[in-house]
């Protein structure tokens, strides 16, 4: 049952020697073996890896060296983060046997923090969708309720945590990708400020709004895992160093803040229930002592169409290198000449939505559409982020449902993108703007979790997981 | 509404194969999801600059030296097809 401490509740335990390394990965281990064939959270386990570096910890402990936090923990990864000598997939059959040959930064930041790897997790193929669904390794179903999706497309992750499977988690998120899933699963998700995680050894998606983030049972968890994690690195110039003022966590108080709810937020088509845990949440920031302020984005209503132009139109150039040539699966029947090669391996070896958004951005930055799509998307973009900036002049944090919904049933959405799309609707504008945005569990909804998004203002990573942290502390 | 025209010339340029199934199939999907964005020509954008770096960065340097990337062998080992040190291609023509 070890597996179902936290990650500093477990980091306690291995330095007061309660139980070894070795210990809590086993039950881990055990708990995905008993498990994971019915939720399929992981594309690929490497227990005996898993175990070896357990004993590594182990000895360490045992030596008396003091150990960090990390030392010994189990975590899983997203399978679009590159782990050296280990295949990853991105969800894809033109990966399927792909092995990366270097470590993400992320991970090299972990290695050297001790922590152990499980096991690689489901996705939507190459982070491409909001239900885990489009994964070429069968869809991962929801720890909570089987015939429901984790979301996604970190929905791999979430389950994963959700279930006990591994202690925290990393995955990625574009639109919503961390965020949503952990409020489909009941756990926490954060987003950091673009730029703060490198994304050296992401597999590129849309690298103007991909960022890398933790998945955890609290936030104090999340904490971990992202202070481990950041930092910027020579190998991806748009990352940055955060000025980390964690002294001020320490003394920091709700009391007096200033919260604001975007009234745009709060509209038809959002479930009546969900909406009902929101405001409970806003009640109980009150009674903390927050002063909640009505605001106003205006461009909301144009973020999702925005961000469908933008993003595909990074999607059809960062997926251009999957070409059959240099790496992943390369067609070899009925070939004549290089053309060939190109077209039949991108045929067979994406899936539907990959296509669907390769086909999109493709149309969007072709001669004589560049301007009225990808141009006029990124001014939009531009006033997006101008409406946060006025509103940060403002308030300290926004507030905001996770997801209109709570987890939908499997298939229900995947044979009209337009409705999956708006699954995301809450969650990208935070993408667009670059924020800080975390989702944790606010209450039940016919017994599955809704989720609570605390958006912060750029670089105020500290402060959005500071709120989280006392909302969490004080239920 | 794409025509199967349009479809196939995207798919070209992306270099994508399609049947003809998925042709009438992504052209309705891709035709409803241009209905949705074709929204935003309606946002007033006079004199607003574009943004494609959200954090504000402007030109990051770094010193200019070679590294030399020690798993060369594994990344040709990640190639369909290699000859002597180099990636084989089928022929252009």
């Given at each position: 049952m070890l597996n179902k401490l936290t990650i500093k509740q477990a980091h306690q335990g291995l330095i007061d020697k309660k139980f070894s390394s070795l210990e809590l990965t086993e039950d881990c281990l055990s708990e995905i073996k008993k498990r994971n064939k019915k939720i399929n959270a992981f594309i690929s386990i490497d227990s005996d890896l898993a175990l070896e570096k357990a004993k590594e910890a182990d000895k360490k402990i045992g030596q008396g060296v003091e150990i960090g936090v990390l030392e010994g923990i189990p975590l899983a990864i997203k399978d679009n983060i590159l782990i050296e000598g280990i295949k990853t997939t991105a969800g894809s059959k033109i990966l399927e046997n792909y092995i990366a040959p270097y470590d993400a930064t992320v991970i090299k930041k972990l290695k050297n923090a001790g922590a152990i790897f499980l096991g690689k997790t489901n996705m939507d193929e190459f982070a491409m969708g909001s239900s885990t669904e489009n994964s070429y390794f069968g869809p991962t179903k929801n720890p909570r309720d089987l015939e429901r999706v984790p979301g996604g497309s970190s929905g791999g992750s979430a389950a994963a945590v959700a279930a006990n499977f591994c202690l925290g988690a990393l995955g990625s998120d574009t639109g919503g990708s961390i965020r949503q899933p952990a409020s489909f699963c009941g756990i926490v998700g954060f987003k950091p400020t673009y730029?703060?995680?490198?994304?050296?050894g992401l597999m590129a998606m849309a690298s103007s709004l991909d960022q890398i983030g933790p998945l955890t049972k609290n936030v104090e968890d999340a904490e971990i895992l992202f202070h481990e994690i950041k930092g910027r690195d020579g190998k991806d110039s748009t990352s940055i160093e955060l000025n980390s003022k964690l002294e001020i966590k320490n003394k920091f108080?709700?009391?007096?803040i200033k919260i604001g709810i975007p009234k745009e937020y709060f509209i038809k088509g959002m479930d009546k229930e969900v909406e009902e845990t929101l405001k409970k949440a806003i009640k109980k920031f009150e009674n903390l002592g927050a002063k909640i302020e009505k605001v106003s984005l205006p461009h909301t209503d144009y973020a999702l169409a925005c961000y469908y132009i933008i993003m595909p139109s990074e999607v059809s150039s960062n997926l251009?290198?999957?070409?059959?040539?240099?790496?992943g699966y390369s067609a070899k029947e009925k070939i004549k000449d290089l053309l060939d090669v190109y077209l039949r391996s991108r045929e067979k070896g994406f899936g539907d939505e990959a296509r669907r958004r390769i086909m999109l951005g493709t149309y969007s930055l072709s001669s004589g559409y560049y301007e009225a799509y990808y141009l006029q998307a990124q001014k939009i973009r531009a006033l997006i982020k101008k409406d946060f900036v006025q509103v940060f002049n403002k308030v300290d944090c926004l507030i905001a449902p996770t997801s209109p919904t709570i987890a939908f049933k499997i298939?229900?959405?995947?044979?009209?993108p337009l409705k999956m799309y708006l699954s995301d609707i809450f969650t990208i504008s935070a993408n667009l703007a670059g924020l800080p945005a975390i989702s944790l569990p606010c209450g039940l909804v016919n017994n599955l979790p809704a989720g609570l998004q605390i958006i912060g203002n750029q670089f105020e990573d500290e402060k959005v997981l500071a709120i989280a942290d006392i909302y969490e502390r004080s239920e | 509404m794409l025509t199967i025209q349009i479809v196939e010339y995207i798919a070209k340029l992306a270099r994508l194969g399609l049947n003809k199934k998925e042709k009438e199939k992504f052209g309705e999907q891709l035709s409803k999801i241009l209905d949705f964005v074709e929204?935003?020509?309606?946002?007033e954008v006079k004199n607003i600059e574009p943004i494609a770096q959200i954090t504000g960065l402007e030109n990051r340097e770094r010193i200019d030296e070679v590294e030399q990337f020690a798993g060369e062998k594994k990344l040709l080992d990640l190639a369909p097809d290699t000859d002597n040190g180099y990636f084989k291609i089928k022929t252009v023509f």
């Amino acid at each position: 049952m070890l597996n179902k401490l936290t990650i500093k509740q477990a980091h306690q335990g291995l330095i007061d020697k309660k139980f070894s390394s070795l210990e809590l990965t086993e039950d881990c281990l055990s708990e995905i073996k008993k498990r994971n064939k019915k939720i399929n959270a992981f594309i690929s386990i490497d227990s005996d890896l898993a175990l070896e570096k357990a004993k590594e910890a182990d000895k360490k402990i045992g030596q008396g060296v003091e150990i960090g936090v990390l030392e010994g923990i189990p975590l899983a990864i997203k399978d679009n983060i590159l782990i050296e000598g280990i295949k990853t997939t991105a969800g894809s059959k033109i990966l399927e046997n792909y092995i990366a040959p270097y470590d993400a930064t992320v991970i090299k930041k972990l290695k050297n923090a001790g922590a152990i790897f499980l096991g690689k997790t489901n996705m939507d193929e190459f982070a491409m969708g909001s239900s885990t669904e489009n994964s070429y390794f069968g869809p991962t179903k929801n720890p909570r309720d089987l015939e429901r999706v984790p979301g996604g497309s970190s929905g791999g992750s979430a389950a994963a945590v959700a279930a006990n499977f591994c202690l925290g988690a990393l995955g990625s998120d574009t639109g919503g990708s961390i965020r949503q899933p952990a409020s489909f699963c009941g756990i926490v998700g954060f987003k950091p400020t673009y730029g703060c995680v490198s994304r050296y050894g992401l597999m590129a998606m849309a690298s103007s709004l991909d960022q890398i983030g933790p998945l955890t049972k609290n936030v104090e968890d999340a904490e971990i895992l992202f202070h481990e994690i950041k930092g910027r690195d020579g190998k991806d110039s748009t990352s940055i160093e955060l000025n980390s003022k964690l002294e001020i966590k320490n003394k920091f108080k709700v009391q007096g803040i200033k919260i604001g709810i975007p009234k745009e937020y709060f509209i038809k088509g959002m479930d009546k229930e969900v909406e009902e845990t929101l405001k409970k949440a806003i009640k109980k920031f009150e009674n903390l002592g927050a002063k909640i302020e009505k605001v106003s984005l205006p461009h909301t209503d144009y973020a999702l169409a925005c961000y469908y132009i933008i993003m595909p139109s990074e999607v059809s150039s960062n997926l251009a290198r999957y070409d059959g040539i240099k790496y992943g699966y390369s067609a070899k029947e009925k070939i004549k000449d290089l053309l060939d090669v190109y077209l039949r391996s991108r045929e067979k070896g994406f899936g539907d939505e990959a296509r669907r958004r390769i086909m999109l951005g493709t149309y969007s930055l072709s001669s004589g559409y560049y301007e009225a799509y990808y141009l006029q998307a990124q001014k939009i973009r531009a006033l997006i982020k101008k409406d946060f900036v006025q509103v940060f002049n403002k308030v300290d944090c926004l507030i905001a449902p996770t997801s209109p919904t709570i987890a939908f049933k499997i298939g229900e959405k995947i044979d009209d993108p337009l409705k999956m799309y708006l699954s995301d609707i809450f969650t990208i504008s935070a993408n667009l703007a670059g924020l800080p945005a975390i989702s944790l569990p606010c209450g039940l909804v016919n017994n599955l979790p809704a989720g609570l998004q605390i958006i912060g203002n750029q670089f105020e990573d500290e402060k959005v997981l500071a709120i989280a942290d006392i909302y969490e502390r004080s239920e | 509404m794409l025509t199967i025209q349009i479809v196939e010339y995207i798919a070209k340029l992306a270099r994508l194969g399609l049947n003809k199934k998925e042709k009438e199939k992504f052209g309705e999907q891709l035709s409803k999801i241009l209905d949705f964005v074709e929204q935003l020509q309606k946002v007033e954008v006079k004199n607003i600059e574009p943004i494609a770096q959200i954090t504000g960065l402007e030109n990051r340097e770094r010193i200019d030296e070679v590294e030399q990337f020690a798993g060369e062998k594994k990344l040709l080992d990640l190639a369909p097809d290699t000859d002597n040190g180099y990636f084989k291609i089928k022929t252009v023509f």
